[in-house]
């Protein structure tokens, strides 16, 4: 299972940035997807889990309705888009999958490798 993040930059603070993450590999169904976050000196933190089970997504706090997600489930892929984005919000962005072989197994969580977001004030 591969998880391939990309969509990161520079970025002035007020702007936007639209983060991809796409799965891929031989693997039964996905049951999130989710983007986390890590700044330096800082312990990684979530930023958004979207069940692709219950069709439910919980943002962190933290977002106060600045970021969205959007899905696309033929292609494996979720996306999450910036706005207003500010100081603060400069980290590494690592989306994160759990998926099942079989519907009865266990759950398998897999990591990207993450993408540098980078604000400028």
């Known amino acids: 299972v591969q998880v391939v993040e990309s969509g990161g930059g520079l970025v002035q603070a007020g702007g936007s940035l639209r983060l991809s993450c796409a799965v891929s590999g031989p693997f039964g169904r996905i049951l999130t997807i989710d983007w986390y976050r890590q700044a330096p000196e800082k312990e990684r933190e979530f930023v958004v889990i979207d069940n692709w089970n219950d069709d439910i997504t919980n943002y962190a706090a933290f977002v106060k309705g600045r970021f969205t997600i959007a899905r696309d489930t033929a292609k494996k892929m979720l996306y999450l888009q910036m706005n207003n984005l500010q100081s603060d919000d400069t980290a590494v962005y690592f989306c994160?999958?759990?998926?099942?072989?079989?519907?009865?197994?266990?759950?398998?969580?897999?990591w990207g490798q993450g993408t540098q977001v980078t604000v400028s004030s």
């Open positions: 994160k999958t759990v998926i099942k072989y079989h519907d009865y197994g266990k759950d398998y969580s897999y």
